[in-house]
């Protein structure tokens, strides 16, 4: 693959993940969800192991989406992106401030059932690289 064939693919997806930052901005504004404060946004992007997208799929649908809801990791949606050689996974969460993701990840992290799911994962690699970022909105945003 040659160097400008990775960075379209990288370009591709970056405009796939602000697309779909904007369609939930605009759900979200649509029924007048509003916050107030230090809301934060985290964006997580899943680049999955070849192969291996439909059991991340399996995982997120079943013990993965319970355990976020659990430690109050308010998933908004949860999207594919890329071509079928190349998929990621991803998905939004909304956060009262940084230090309350802070503390919900801390809590996820020691739950059992999420240890569970780490030591299967170390057995059968489901994700190769994960990218975070945290996003706070602006004073403009519809969505604060």
Not at 10 to 23: D, H, K, P, Q, R
């Amino acid at each position: 693959m040659t160097i400008n064939n990775w960075k379209s693919k990288g370009l591709i997806t970056s405009g796939m993940v602000l697309v779909l930052w904007a369609a939930v901005t605009l759900a979200l504004h649509s029924n007048s969800v509003r916050a107030e404060g230090d809301r934060v946004f985290e964006l997580r992007v899943y680049h999955v192991a070849p192969g291996k997208m439909s059991a991340l799929e399996t995982r997120f649908r079943g013990e993965t989406s319970k355990l976020l809801a659990k430690h109050n990791l308010n998933v908004l949606g949860y999207w594919v992106a890329g071509e079928a050689s190349d998929y990621t996974f991803v998905f939004m969460v909304a956060h009262s401030s940084r230090e309350e993701a802070k503390k919900n990840w801390a809590a996820m992290a020691a739950d059992p059932d999420f240890k569970e799911i780490i030591k299967a994962e170390q057995s059968e690699k489901l994700v190769e690289k994960i990218d975070v970022r945290f996003m706070r909105p602006t004073d403009f945003s519809p969505l604060r």
